[in-house]
């Protein structure tokens, strides 16, 4: 009786999947048309320079590869086109992601920036500062002009993470608060043509943040609610006061003079004080700054001489300011001049991201 009833019960089985796929050929060829939509529009994003491109086109691989696991033997070809278009998209989806979340923060930055007062400076306005200060902002030029509250510049420049390291290409953008300590600093470093990284350090309300992402997707650094890493982000404001001297006169810095030509300075902001020396030509051009600085933020880490040294200056708003710096890390086995940066734009009082 089994043996009898075997074909029979193949036929209703080949039947019953033969009308299966037959009730299905519809549906699919709507979902194959509403997939080629999303990577008709996908490509038109893409070609007008849209960012939110690769959303349409992870969705189209998305549904076109399980609409070839149906079809697998007329389109299993189709999965290599799928994978190739997966591999452009998955970065590209990173930097889309990435580049909102800094968007957001930098509008958040520029949402709290003041306008600067009407007067401008005067030579009297700088009677309590020591006088390598005074001569330092003189000679910077900010005499008559406006009070600096918002500072925004590109850089590029080269960078590597260990002594012997390959020198890796990058530009960056930053935005400060001059009037309250806070900065956002937007970079993308270029190992070799086929490895990137993006990254994002950030300074508010005395606390830093650092970001950074392997392809735009992967956190390969994300810190924050770090004392270490707070001290450092405050420390690295005040060695970039260098940009925006007029702060030299607001009330988060205080000086003590050194000699002639050295200062040191006090940087206080949410209860937290750094401090760092600048040191001068005796005519008051600055020529570096130097404090010690957690070197990382690991359990272990521990403060090291970290310096800044000015290589070149340039004129910008009508500011003498320094446009070639290099930084370096006093490690006990030696100097590790780790970053080579350039300033090639830089705007006071623009209180609105680039893009």
């Known amino acids: 009786m089994e043996i009898q009833a075997t074909p029979r019960i193949m036929e209703i089985g080949d039947n019953f999947v033969d009308g299966f796929l037959e009730n299905l050929s519809e549906p699919i060829s709507i979902l194959w048309l509403f997939t080629g939509t999303l990577f008709s529009i996908a490509l038109?994003?893409?070609?007008?320079?849209?960012?939110?491109?690769?959303?349409?086109?992870?969705?189209?691989?998305?549904?076109?590869?399980?609409?070839?696991?149906?079809?697998?033997?007329?389109?299993?070809?189709?999965?290599?086109?799928?994978l190739v278009i997966l591999i452009a998209s998955?970065?590209?989806?990173?930097?889309?992601?990435?580049?909102?979340?800094?968007?957001?923060?930098?509008?958040?930055?520029?949402?709290?920036?003041?306008?600067?007062?009407?007067g401008k400076i005067k030579e009297?306005?700088?009677?309590?500062?020591?006088?390598?200060?005074?001569?330092?902002?003189?000679?910077?030029?900010?005499?008559?002009?406006p009070e600096v509250t918002s500072v925004r510049l590109k850089q590029r420049?080269?960078?590597?993470?260990?002594?012997?390291?390959?020198?890796?290409?990058?530009?960056?953008?930053?935005?400060?608060d001059a009037k309250k300590p806070c900065f956002i600093w937007v970079s993308r470093v270029q190992s070799n043509p086929f490895l990137y990284f993006e990254g994002r350090d950030l300074l508010k309300n005395g606390r830093g943040k650092m970001l950074v992402r392997l392809f735009s997707v992967f956190s390969i650094v994300n810190k924050k609610n770090d004392p270490?890493?707070?001290?450092?982000?405050?420390?690295?404001?005040?060695?970039?006061?260098?940009?925006?001297p007029q702060a030299a006169l607001y009330e988060y810095v205080r000086w003590e003079q050194l000699d002639k030509t050295s200062v040191k300075a006090y940087l206080t902001s949410e209860e937290e004080t750094v401090e760092g020396i600048f040191r001068f030509s005796e005519n008051g051009e600055l020529k570096s700054f130097e404090t010690d600085r957690y070197y990382g933020a690991s359990k272990g880490s521990k403060k090291i001489p970290w310096k800044t040294e000015i290589l070149e200056f340039s004129t910008f708003s009508g500011i003498h300011l320094p446009s070639r710096c290099k930084v370096t890390w006093e490690l006990p086995e030696g100097s590790f001049n780790w970053l080579e940066l350039e300033v090639t734009n830089l705007e006071f009082n623009v209180n609105r991201p680039y893009f």
């Open 228 to 244: 270490k890493l707070n001290s450092g982000a405050l420390q690295r404001f005040l060695a970039e006061m260098c940009w925006f």
């Open 124 to 145: 009297k306005d700088l009677e309590s500062l020591p006088e390598i200060i005074r001569k330092w902002l003189y000679n910077s030029g900010v005499i008559n002009q």
């Open 157 to 176: 420049g080269e960078m590597r993470l260990k002594p012997e390291g390959k020198w890796m290409d990058f530009r960056a953008v930053q935005y400060f």
């Open 90 to 118: 998955v970065p590209a989806l990173g930097k889309y992601q990435f580049n909102k979340k800094v968007q957001k923060e930098i509008a958040g930055l520029c949402r709290r920036l003041s306008n600067p007062s009407a």
């Open 44 to 82: 038109l994003a893409y070609f007008i320079r849209k960012e939110w491109w690769p959303v349409y086109s992870i969705l189209a691989v998305v549904v076109s590869q399980v609409l070839i696991f149906i079809t697998w033997d007329e389109n299993k070809w189709a999965t290599l086109i799928n």
